[in-house]
């Protein structure tokens, strides 16, 4: 195995050149924005530099029916060297067994411009290095030369196949007393999005019937938001109840059992915190069992982050994530790509600060619709 460090002005430009120089074999496995070029640290211009590896891989060999023919060829050479018509036959013969040797599947379908365009289009969506490989690696052994040489043909097949992996929520069926907890770190908007979802239900907006609906807040360490939520309710209309522990909680919940909705906003902790994390849970225990937790965390925040957040939040059982300040950012591949790795579904989306406006329910064909070049296929 041999590592190599390349760079380049751009992402086209050094895969080319990686292959040219590494081979086929060579795969990328980080990457990284540097400078490059420039005089004594002055004029130097943004590149990328791509580090990796390449492992010795053996040419195919040839089979039975390859030998066999191979042998008939050297026969017919030495058999009829004068024969001219026979040189011809030999001649037909080699160039229908190159054409067989270059059917076989190889590496060198990765030096398409489709697969090197189909993985630009995935590294600019920033969708993660695992994600991309394992498209890459589908797309060699499922498809066709003949579709691998069509870029359009490849891209509508990995839309299509970006969608399948998006899997999105599905309300449970409950004819009373839907109890919705929202949980997250410090400042991914958790208030403001039970604000809205109470709004949508309590109003009847976005094509809800109106309902009953309270909202709980077990957020009394920031006096700011216990007033925020408070304001909300007062304007809506919407009781809302402050509960300190459990038996508040409990408490609460029993009093407002003929509530079509009860949302439970929490305290912003982050996923670091295990013991705050772990008081938490306590209280949220005094919702009982049926009730539906979602896990909420922004847009904005970097890859590594957010997985660290999914994991530490897993012992409250959340059964899917509401994305917030979508807004704020221009790419979704590395959402797309955890949510698949995590095997976790995505129920609501939000854009904006705007309550009750700003919040849709998550669909497949608005998630496409935000990676940049898709040609958005979906059709639900």
Not at 11 to 22: A, F, V
Not at 222 to 238: D, L, N, W
Not at 328 to 346: A, D, M, P, W, Y
């Amino acid at each position: 195995m041999m590592y190599f460090t390349e760079k380049g002005r751009n992402h086209q430009e050094l895969m080319l050149l990686i292959r040219d120089k590494h081979g086929p074999d060579a795969t990328v496995l980080s990457r990284r924005k540097v400078s490059i070029g420039g005089f004594l640290g002055l004029f130097q211009k943004e590149g990328l530099e791509y580090s990796g590896y390449v492992t010795t891989s053996l040419k195919p060999k040839l089979n039975s029916d390859d030998k066999r023919e191979k042998q008939k060829i050297l026969e017919s050479i030495s058999s009829n060297k004068k024969s001219e018509d026979s040189f011809q036959k030999i001649l037909e013969e080699v160039k229908s067994l190159k054409d067989e040797l270059k059917s076989v599947p190889a590496k060198e379908s990765g030096d398409l411009p489709s697969i090197l365009a189909i993985e630009e289009y995935l590294y600019e969506n920033d969708f993660s290095i695992s994600y991309i490989k394992k498209t890459l690696d589908r797309l060699k052994s499922e498809l066709s030369f003949s579709e691998l040489s069509d870029f359009d043909v490849t891209r509508t097949i990995v839309d299509k196949w970006i969608e399948e992996s998006i899997k999105v929520h599905v309300p449970k069926s409950r004819s009373k007393n839907n109890i919705f907890i929202l949980v997250g770190p410090t400042g991914v908007g958790k208030t403001t999005t039970i604000a809205k979802l109470a709004a949508q239900k309590g109003l009847g907006l976005s094509g809800n019937n109106k309902y009953s609906v309270r909202m709980l807040t077990i957020d009394n360490y920031r006096i700011a938001a216990k007033k925020q939520i408070e304001t909300y309710g007062e304007i809506m209309g919407i009781p809302v109840a402050c509960c300190e522990n459990y038996e508040d909680l409990k408490t609460e919940i029993d009093a407002n059992s003929d509530a079509d909705y009860i949302f439970v906003d929490t305290i912003g902790k982050s996923p670091k915190d295990f013991v705050k994390l772990a008081e938490m849970r306590r209280i949220l225990e005094g919702c009982g069992h049926d009730c539906e937790v979602h896990l909420a965390f922004s847009a904005t925040t970097k890859t590594w982050d957010i997985r660290e957040i999914m994991k530490q939040y897993d012992p409250f059982g959340y059964e899917s994530v509401i994305i917030t300040k979508l807004d704020e950012t221009t790419r979704c591949g590395n959402l797309i790509s955890l949510l698949h790795e995590q095997k976790k579904t995505v129920s609501f989306i939000t854009t904006g600060q705007r309550v009750p406006q700003d919040i849709e329910v998550a669909t497949k064909k608005k998630i496409m619709s935000l990676l940049v070049g898709s040609k958005q296929i979906t059709r639900g």
